[in-house]
T-cell receptor, first 115, second 113 residues
Framework: ETGVTQSPTHLIKTRGQQVTLRCSSQ?????VSWYQQALGQGPQFIFQYYREEENGRGNFPPRFSGLQFPNYSSELNVNALELDDSALYLC??????????????FGPGTRLLVL | SQKIEQNSEALNIQEGKTATLTCNYTNYSPAYLQWYRQDPGRGPVFLLLIRENEKEKRKERLKVTFDTTLKQSLFHITASQPADSATYLC????????????FGSGTQLTVLP
C-alpha cells in the first residue's frame, strides 16, 4: 500500500452538477498531483500542488480546480460536470522538498460517473 | 506532436516465459522514464525509473532498457507468473521540470498458467 487514500471510492453525478474529490497523502509528502484516467487510457495530468500552491497544470479547463491543505490532504473540484468527465480520478503524492518530484505514489482512485 | 505509444493493447504469454513490453516516444527528450503497474480498479504502482544516461536497470525479475537514440524503452519480466498479469504503463516527464508525468495508454499483460 502507498499510504495515499481517496474518497469517495465511487460517485454518480448528473450533468451540470459540481463534485469534490478528496485525497490524503502520506505525512511529509509536500507534493500532490491529480490525474484523470478514462477507460482504457493512461492517466492524464490535471495539475499539481506543492506547499498549497499550484505548481503546474495540464490541458484541463478552469472548471477543474484544486486545493491542498497543511495536513497533507487535498481536493479536486470539478464544476459544471460534463458526460466526458466520467473517469477514474487519481491523486499521487511525492516526498519532494522543492516541488520537483520523480516517483509518485498513487491512491486507489475515485470512479466518477456523470449521467 | 508529442506522443507515447505502447505496443499492442494486450499481450498473452505462457507462464515461465519472458514478457517484453515496448514504449516508444516521439518529440520528447526526457531526462528519465518510469514504468508502473496497474491492476483493475486500482491506482498505478511505481516499478522502476531509468535515467537518460542509464542503458539498463534491473530489479528482481524486472529489467528496463532505455535507448534515447531510438526513443524507446523496453520492459522485461523474466520467469513470468500469473500474478504478473496487469496493465503496465510507461511514463515520462515531458517538460524536464519533473512537475508532471505523461503516460502511455498501457499494455495489458496476461500470463497464462
Amino acid at each position: 500500500e502507498t499510504g495515499v487514500t481517496q474518497s469517495p471510492t465511487h460517485l454518480i453525478k448528473t450533468r451540470g452538477q459540481q463534485v469534490t474529490l478528496r485525497c490524503s497523502s502520506q505525512s511529509g509528502h509536500n507534493t500532490v498531483s491529480w490525474y484523470q484516467q478514462a477507460l482504457g487510457q493512461g492517466p492524464q495530468f490535471i495539475f499539481q500542488y506543492y506547499r498549497e500552491e499550484e505548481n503546474g497544470r495540464g490541458n484541463f479547463p478552469p472548471r477543474f480546480s484544486g486545493l491542498q491543505f497543511p495536513n497533507y490532504s487535498s481536493e479536486l473540484n470539478v464544476n459544471a460536470l460534463e458526460l466526458d468527465d466520467s473517469a477514474l480520478y487519481l491523486c499521487a503524492s511525492s516526498p519532494s522538498t522543492s516541488g520537483v518530484q520523480e516517483t509518485q505514489y498513487f491512491g486507489p482512485g475515485t470512479r466518477l460517473l456523470v449521467l | 506532436s508529442q506522443k507515447i505509444e505502447q505496443n499492442s493493447e494486450a499481450l498473452n504469454i505462457q507462464e515461465g516465459k519472458t514478457a517484453t513490453l515496448t514504449c516508444n516516444y516521439t518529440n520528447y527528450s526526457p531526462a528519465y522514464l518510469q514504468w508502473y503497474r496497474q491492476d483493475p480498479g486500482r491506482g498505478p504502482v511505481f516499478l522502476l525509473l531509468i535515467r537518460e544516461n542509464e542503458k539498463e536497470k534491473r530489479k528482481e525479475r524486472l529489467k528496463v532498457t532505455f535507448d534515447t537514440t531510438l526513443k524507446q524503452s523496453l520492459f522485461h519480466i523474466t520467469a513470468s507468473q500469473p500474478a504478473d498479469s496487469a496493465t503496465y504503463l510507461c511514463a515520462l516527464d515531458p517538460s524536464g521540470s519533473a512537475r508532471q508525468l505523461t503516460f502511455g495508454s498501457g499494455t495489458q499483460l496476461t500470463v497464462l498458467p
